[in-house]
């Protein structure tokens, strides 16, 4: 802090808020910080072990959630891991959460001119600051304890407290079953395995290195490595609960990958997609019930899902969040087989996906931005194929104006006519002949804020393919010069054809692929 201050004289800005916000952060953690430190080597006799279980121990509890995730979501149809969890754990994990959620902030003031009149310093994070502050008095208090109480024959040791000894293994245990069957699962993930082979596979990896870190951490406690005729009996308890906790998660005892939940139960239900090129929140009772439809779909077709992911074809993924009355979020992940002989079934994952992306509610969410009579346009594109030189290519000479009439004046009623926006996940004839290879984009900056009340929304995107019942849209663009053309015509002057199983060439163009999404 002196420093930071020595140097705010030199360059004569000294503001004295943030040294004293700096200083009161700068106290608090050295606190917690050191406090942990001397609870550590009280906990261990060996002057490497302190500093090695200091270092393991600020990021034991992120690690932890993580790598069960990771197992969770290749044994759990269905299972989305969110931050939630992972921010759980962060707190147990001081070293991300300080560096993550707090620090200094400040808002200014700004005249006509634009000038900044007046500048306010806040601190955010301070109810975290105060916990941690506690905590840190807390550990104060057991490392003298400790101290006090630590008999002075076991400096030498790895363990100062025989009875945490037991602790030590089951942790070295955990530790190694969960480091190395997730990277063997990661390194074998081209196997594809599922079901019961995955469980087997995952088993047996956590048995090899829960032996490990086992016997490992038995030999570091006794100093020797004759330490195999006993324990047995721990370890195969160990892998009992490994047994368990898969059994648990592969044949859903909870009843994790069957739960719908009811519709009049969800307030709202966010539908994302494509990679998340589709993201939208629906609240109306028969868009939910649409969607609810889909989850139902996709947790009865789970067999089929996992023999595409087997087949490599299940790539189309979808995120389900659910918001409900009682204010808790329900979160789901599925994927579904997009492959081209798919197409043809008008009764596929796919195409229930397609009808809930084209709702009519979620068209408007992506094609019409928030507060319409606000918003103004900063940039646009045109990027259609131009016949007159065979290859894709952008609208020149237009300004700012024309681009604004076309979005405001045509874009926007054809969307509200239902005529527009539309976006085509089974590249069909149906699409081939309902879209021009024309793709039109819109940068436009939105006042104010979302619906949480808090994020700005700033520059947003809108980016469309022009579909022939779009009469306004196409009339404009055929008015300022532009001859438009179906994909199939386009498919055509490539030498290919469009059919109910997509490119007949069994390879999508590269002009067609900036937006495969039409």
């Not at 045509?410 to 590249?427: H, M, R, S, Y």
Request: aromatic share 10%; net charge negative; hydrophobic share 45%.
């Amino acid at each position: 802090t002196l420093a930071c201050w020595g140097i705010e004289v030199i360059n004569g800005q000294v503001c004295l808020p943030v040294l004293g916000y700096m200083l009161l952060i700068l106290t608090i953690t050295t606190l917690l910080f050191f406090s942990f430190a001397v609870v550590c080597c009280m906990l261990t006799g060996n002057i490497l072990a302190g500093p090695a279980v200091y270092v393991i121990f600020n990021f034991t509890a992120v690690g932890v959630v993580v790598l069960v995730n990771y197992l969770l979501d290749s044994l759990v149809y269905g299972m989305k891991s969110g931050a939630e969890s992972v921010s759980i754990a962060t707190w147990l994990s001081p070293v991300v959460n300080l560096t993550s959620d707090m620090g200094v902030g400040y808002t200014t003031l700004e005249d006509a001119a634009g000038n900044i009149t007046e500048c306010t310093y806040f601190l955010y994070g301070g109810v975290m600051l105060a916990i941690y502050a506690a905590v840190g008095l807390a550990f104060i208090a057991l490392g003298l304890w400790l101290y006090r109480n630590r008999r002075m024959e076991t400096a030498g040791d790895l363990i100062s407290w025989p009875k945490l000894i037991p602790v030590f293994r089951v942790l070295a245990c955990l530790a190694g079953a969960l480091c190395l069957s997730c990277l063997m699962s990661q390194l074998l993930s081209d196997m594809r395995c599922f079901g019961l082979t995955k469980l087997v596979q995952l088993f047996v990896f956590m048995v090899l290195g829960g032996f490990i870190g086992w016997f490992l951490a038995q030999m570091l406690v006794e100093k020797t490595i004759h330490v195999f005729r006993r324990g047995w009996k721990g370890l195969g308890v160990m892998c009992l609960m490994f047994l368990l906790f898969l059994s648990c998660a592969e044949f859903d005892w909870t009843g994790y990958e069957k739960r719908v939940p009811d519709g009049d139960d969800v307030v709202s239900v966010n539908v994302n997609a494509t990679g998340g090129y589709v993201d939208f929140a629906l609240t109306d009772s028969e868009d939910v019930q649409q969607v609810l439809q889909l989850h139902q779909r996709l947790i009865d077709h789970k067999g089929s899902v996992e023999d595409a992911l087997r087949n490599k074809t299940a790539n189309q993924q979808v995120q389900l969040t659910y918001t409900l009355k009682n204010g808790n979020v329900m979160s789901r992940s599925y994927y579904m087989d997009n492959s081209r002989e798919n197409y043809p079934d008008k009764d596929s994952d796919l195409r229930a996906l397609q009808a809930v992306i084209n709702l009519p509610n979620a068209i408007r969410q992506r094609c019409i931005v928030p507060n319409l009579d606000q918003a103004t346009m900063s940039s646009a594109d045109i990027n259609y194929y131009n016949a007159e030189t065979g290859e894709y290519d952008y609208a020149r000479n237009l300004s700012l104006e024309e681009y604004e009439d076309l979005y405001f004046n045509c874009v926007v009623p054809d969307v509200e006519d239902g005529t527009l926006g539309q976006i085509d996940l089974a590249e069909d004839t149906a699409y081939a002949a309902s879209k021009y290879a024309c793709e039109l984009s819109f940068w436009l900056d939105v006042p104010g804020t979302g619906n949480d009340g808090t994020h700005a929304l700033g520059n947003q995107l809108v980016d469309i393919y022009v579909t022939t019942t779009a009469t306004r849209t196409v009339q404009w663009l055929q008015n300022h010069g532009y001859d438009l053309i179906t994909m199939q015509e386009y498919a055509r002057t490539l030498g290919s054809e469009i059919t109910d199983t997509g490119w007949q060439d069994n390879t999508a163009p590269a002009a067609a692929s900036t937006h495969a999404l039409g």
